[in-house]
């Protein structure tokens, strides 16, 4: 790993410290913590105000969340390969590779290979303050891995499967091979309404708003972000 990479894993770490604060409500509105004090930006970003104006997040939490993101990684963007070492070390009895990906591209939403700083925040507002709307409609983006406005069964079990594969033996220990594939079933059975194959946005919200079967598991699902 180059002397550039290893600044930016140590940077995303303190990144994902700052994130688990702000999950929990342990981040101190008053009071940064000593790491941050120690490396404070002097330059604000021209973004910040917009930032703030656009996302569920104040600015004392912006302003965390960017010492944490930028001062160790000075390029500020992350591409899928140091995205995917940071993810792993979150799921060290599975293979989170191609689950990290999915969500990267997620993330990436202008498709450029990189995700900036404004790409975590916009993502990470709605899944972490988002309307119930706003959170399913992120999801249905994850799971539509070709863009193409629609979910078909192979696309969710791709991800289904990436998920199990993340979680690892010791989260499922009766795991079999076709559990993916069962699950994706039961999901299209209720929300393929006009039965063509494929889900559309309108069918996906509908049937997560209606079945809280549905939601309770794509809530367990995102909680792997």
Known sequence: MTGCAKRCKQGLVKFVM??????????????????????????????????????????????????GFKNECPSG???????????SQFFPHGDASTYAHYLFNAFDSTHSGSIKFEDFVMALSILLRGSV???????????????????????????VRAIYDMMGKYTYPALKTDTPRQHVDAFFQKMDKNKDGVVTLDEFILS???DENIMRSLQLFQNVM
């Open 18 to 67: 700052s994130l688990h604060k702000l999950i929990t409500g342990t981040l101190n509105k008053d009071k940064i913590d000593d790491d941050f004090e120690m490396s404070v930006v002097c330059h604000r970003p021209e973004g910040l105000d917009k930032l703030e104006a656009h996302s569920n997040f104040s600015k004392r939490e912006l302003q965390v969340l960017y010492r």
């Open 77 to 87: 963007v992350v591409n899928e390969d140091t995205f995917k070492q940071i993810y």
């Open 133 to 159: 709307r706003e959170k399913l409609q992120w999801t249905f983006n994850l799971y539509d891995i070709n863009k193409d406005g629609y979910i078909n069964k192979e696309e969710m079990t791709d991800i």
């Open 208 to 210: 997560c708003q209606e």
